[in-house]
């Protein structure tokens, strides 16, 4: 962000930092928030705020068993198919003034454990957190747990990355991964952001 529009309003309203909305200066921190909110949106389906106090809502959209979860996201990134979204019960959208006094005021959204792994909530809980002098830089978030190990599944860890969607049906089932240049392992990336699995003694396994 260049010096001259740090004082400025610009962007959206309901994705903005509190300090933002506050009117106290700004800088990339202030982004880092809104990414911590998009990413909570992506995950779930629902914009994240008000935030969602009762665990058991996640259950409209997710098992309460990390490998029915995977197995439906495995599915559904191979078929195309879209994902139920978290259906929390509600009065009806908020006012936009509340809205945004609830983003000042209140806890920033958090992730259930059973939803999702420790290093993603880590990931979202780093990027919502208060003051915006405890959220990490932009350099630092490249090097979050979470971050290296998507990267790790997306070989090339560029956003500007491009993929190619394979229909199984229209190879006869046969697909020759050499012919692309980057291969993306879902199942290594959802292993990534869903908790991990545990063996009968306690102790976690991963899947890949």
């Given amino acids: 962000m260049i010096d001259s529009l740090a004082n400025s309003f610009v962007g959206t309203r309901s994705y903005m930092a509190p300090e933002r909305l506050t ?6 921190l202030s982004d880092v928030w809104s990414l911590g909110l998009s990413l909570v949106e992506l995950a779930t389906g ?17 098992s309460p ?21 978290v ?43 208060r003051p915006a002098s405890d959220r990490p830089s932009l350099e630092n978030l490249l090097k979050h747990r ?10 090339s860890g560029n956003v500007q990355r491009q993929s190619t969607v394979i229909d199984i049906r229209q190879t006869g089932g046969i697909v020759d991964s050499n012919q692309f240049e980057d291969p993306i392992n879902i199942g290594r990336y959802l292993s990534s952001v869903l908790p991990s699995m545990s063996n009968d003694d306690g102790t976690n396994q991963s899947s890949f």
């Fill in 87 to 129: 259906n929390s019960p509600s009065s009806g959208p908020m006012a936009i003034f509340e809205l945004l006094s609830y983003i000042v005021d209140q806890p920033p959204p958090r992730l259930p454990k059973f939803c999702f792994s420790d290093d993603f909530i880590d990931l979202v809980d780093s990027c919502l957190r």
């Fill in 65 to 85: 068993h990390r490998d029915v979860n995977l197995e439906q996201h495995l599915e559904a990134a191979k078929e195309g198919k879209p994902l139920p979204a």
């Fill in 23 to 28: 009117g106290e200066q700004y800088n990339t």
């Fill in 46 to 62: 629902r914009y994240p705020i008000p935030a969602i106090e009762d665990e058991n809502v996640y259950l409209s959209a997710f």
């Fill in 146 to 155: 979470f971050v290296v190990t998507a990267a790790g599944a997306c070989p």
